[in-house]
């Protein structure tokens, strides 16, 4: 059973306008990843933030975490056609590596 | 250094025939895992390792079995296909939770397999 939701499924900007997708989650958890995934490749870690944290930054990616509502937000900002990808939240809980992956968000960004 | 790679990239299979995907990492990473991708469904666990010699199930690990006799492997089989092991298959490795170091996962490329 998939532990993070995603939402939207799929989103549609232009360049240049910010990306936001949300994660719900059902869990207690230690951290949560958000991972990037180009058409045909495999996924690539972005970002994670801690149980304890509420807000961390990378470049133009900004993820919060409220753990009273299970959910998480990316927002990726001035976005680039590069960006153009499927986003996972994953949720890590036990004390060891595995992590649960959500269904996904879909970004387009047109030029 | 080449991170995580899957072999091949892609197969088709006839239901009944059994094939082998091989996961190699040179990170000398504790951990592996196998993964199946299907549309709409976002990643789904397999088997996954914590070191080498030992396996263990994950959430779908029916009609398929797994091995890691070297660190750096992990193999997964299949020893009857069936239509629904259609899928993308993703291997990804990390580090042990043991060293103090966060748990990202570095995933391959995936194979596409398609069995008929």
């Known amino acids: 059973s998939q532990q993070g939701e995603e939402d939207p499924q799929a989103l549609s900007i232009q360049e240049g306008e910010n990306a936001t997708m949300n994660c719900s989650y059902k869990t207690s958890i230690n951290n949560l990843q958000w991972y990037r995934q180009n058409s045909g490749r495999g996924l690539v870690h972005l970002i994670l933030?801690?149980?304890?944290?509420r807000e961390k930054h990378s470049g133009r990616l900004r993820v919060t975490l409220d753990t009273s509502k299970k959910s998480s937000s990316l927002l990726i900002t001035a976005s680039r056609a590069a960006d153009t990808a499927s986003y996972f939240c994953?949720?890590?809980?036990?004390?060891?590596?595995?992590?649960?992956f959500g269904a996904g968000t879909q970004v387009v960004v047109t030029p | 250094n080449a991170g995580v790679t899957q072999t091949p990239k892609f197969r088709v299979l006839k239901t009944g025939q059994s094939m082998t995907l091989l996961c190699a990492q040179d990170?000398?990473?504790?951990?592996m895992y196998w993964y199946r991708q299907d549309p709409g469904m976002g990643l789904r666990l397999i088997h996954y390792s914590v070191g080498e010699g030992t396996t263990a199930k994950g959430e779908v690990p029916d009609g398929y079995n797994v091995s890691r006799l070297k660190k750096q492997n992990f193999l997964l089989g299949l020893e009857s296909a069936a239509p629904s092991q259609t899928s993308v298959y993703f291997c990804?490795?990390?580090?042990?939770?043991?060293?103090?170091?966060?748990?990202?996962?570095?995933f391959g490329p995936g194979t596409r397999l398609t069995v008929l």
């Open positions: 990804a490795s990390s580090y042990s939770i043991t060293r103090g170091v966060n748990n990202e996962q570095f």
């Open positions: 933030i801690r149980s304890n944290e």
């Open positions: 990170m000398n990473h504790e951990y």
């Open positions: 994953a949720t890590s809980e036990g004390s060891w590596g595995k992590l649960q």
